[in-house]
């Protein structure tokens, strides 16, 4: 069976999981990491993405972060001033905002979609290596749930320009619950999705019911990250240096640089371990840094930013008239414990839901989705602007003396359900009838030959976009 891939393409990380012969995997990169950090340098007339262009910030004249932001086609001054300030490249936005760079010969320009694509084409390198595959790289991307279509088909271009084909763009949120299997409940459920990257947050309560999500309320906060967070570290560092040496780290940009890379790795290890080891060579003035971080103590240091992280997430709840019984956690700051913990207790009888690592929960979701359009060949994606055409009515199955309620009204397309079959050992073909009701006569028919199935077996019917297809095995 032919592979297919998801990605998430953030503004702090990038991760790449693939579908193949029905198992969803996370991809490594060539650092044999399961993210990729969302950074582009230009050094001296090279390109560096990922892990060396994050690890040279400290010496480098040309970094981009954040680039994602400015993908978004409603992006406003502050975001503009946010990547301009977090990187270290001028930004002109006259008649077409673009990025320069001068080097020792010349002025580069490039423009935000050049710069994801560029990330596109690593993501697209590292799936080439990572199975067999003979034609194109089908892919599903997510987007964030308040970007508009334009926005999210510049994605799409982008990605296609690094050699993916796109089937289809879903939401973060939606990615979210397809990872967790939440679609395939049997009984309506409301869900808690919390994601907190890098440098965003965005909180939504989805309903979903038979195999259709819904999100009911959504809140999205550009000015909470888990950069915060890893800035109140540095700084902490940063003072227990100057109250040694008497050297201020906060007054050179590049130690600091320095300072915030080792921040965001000593967090990172922190979400797993009960400390971590800081060693920084040469922070400033030739003075080597050596230091140990207890869990404990990073909790301390954050504690006065928990309260920020949480808001968002109170204020959807209290005013979301429902019961709750499932929370979903993504994003690579949702590793932290002390912020899973304090998220779980806003809702004490709801499921966590946190057995997936939470920045490679989105890329799963988007994997699974691409797996379930592959099984569906008469899908294709002409047109972003196009809306989904739901189900516009109940769907009623009977076979033998059963009637089974197959799909609901207002279920989307690919929706998939599965029965299993009890038939005498004698019965040699069934009859699958379809109904608008229990009572309606049948408007389609299908006959299955089971003589050779072993007993009981398994119908699983697959909602098209203008028919319902019916296999047995």
């Known amino acids: 069976m032919a592979s297919a891939y998801g990605i998430h393409l953030g503004n702090s990380t990038a991760c790449l999981a693939s579908f193949t012969n029905g198992t969803i995997s996370v991809i490594a990169n060539d650092a044999g990491d399961r993210v990729t950090p969302a950074i582009i340098a230009l050094n001296g007339t090279e390109w560096e993405i990922g892990l060396p262009a994050k690890s040279g910030q400290a010496s480098s004249k040309s970094i981009i972060k954040h680039n994602k932001r400015l993908m978004n086609c409603d992006f406003n001054e502050d975001d503009l001033s946010y990547v301009e300030l977090s990187s270290s490249c001028q930004i002109q936005n006259d008649e077409k905002l673009v990025y320069e760079f001068q080097t020792s010969e010349t002025t580069l320009y490039s423009s935000p979609d050049n710069i994801a694509t560029k990330i596109y084409a690593k993501l697209f390198t590292i799936a080439s290596h990572s199975v067999k595959n003979e034609g194109d790289l089908k892919l599903v991307l997510a987007a964030p749930l308040h970007w508009s279509n334009e926005s999210r088909e510049r994605l799409v271009k982008c990605a296609e320009l690094a050699g993916f084909e796109v089937l289809q763009v879903i939401s973060e949120p939606a990615a ?180 997936i690592n939470p920045d490679e929960v989105i890329a799963i979701g988007c994997a699974k989705e691409a797996g379930l359009l592959l099984d569906v060949p008469e899908f294709s994606m002409n047109d972003l602007n196009t809306e989904v055409e739901f189900l516009g009515k109940d769907v009623y199955m009977k076979y033998l003396d059963q009637t089974v309620h197959l799909f609901k009204e207002g279920t989307p397309p690919f929706a998939q359900f599965v029965q299993s079959v009890e038939a005498e050992q004698e019965i040699k073909d069934i009859d699958f009838t379809l109904h608008t009701s229990p009572e309606s006569e049948a408007y389609a028919t299908e006959s299955f030959n089971i003589e050779n199935l072993k007993k009981p077996f398994s119908l699983k019917a697959t909602l098209q976009q203008s028919s319902i297809k019916l296999e047995v095995e």
């Open 176 to 355: 979210a619950l397809l990872a967790y299997n939440i679609e395939e409940n049997l009984e309506d459920v409301n869900v808690l999705i919390y994601r907190l990257g890098g440098s965003s947050c965005d909180v939504s309560i989805a309903k979903v019911s038979a195999g259709f999500v819904s999100v009911e309320k959504n809140i999205f906060r550009s000015d909470l990250g888990g950069q915060y967070l890893t800035k109140d570290l540095a700084d902490f560092i940063a003072q227990e240096f100057k109250q040694k040496w008497k050297l201020d780290p906060q007054e050179s940009k590049r130690a600091m640089a320095k300072l915030l890379n080792h921040a965001d790795n000593c967090k990172n290890v922190l979400s797993t371990l009960n400390s971590a080891h800081v060693f920084i060579e040469s922070l400033l003035d030739g003075v080597d840094w050596s230091q140990n971080v207890s869990r404990a103590r990073f909790e301390n240091i954050i504690s006065s930013k928990i309260a920020s992280y949480v808001e968002p997430a109170e204020k959807l709840i209290q005013s979301f008239d429902g019961k709750i019984s499932k929370i979903v956690l993504c994003g690579g700051s949702m590793k932290i414990p002390k912020l899973q913990s304090t998220i779980a207790n806003l809702i004490p009888d709801a499921e966590v839901l946190s057995g």
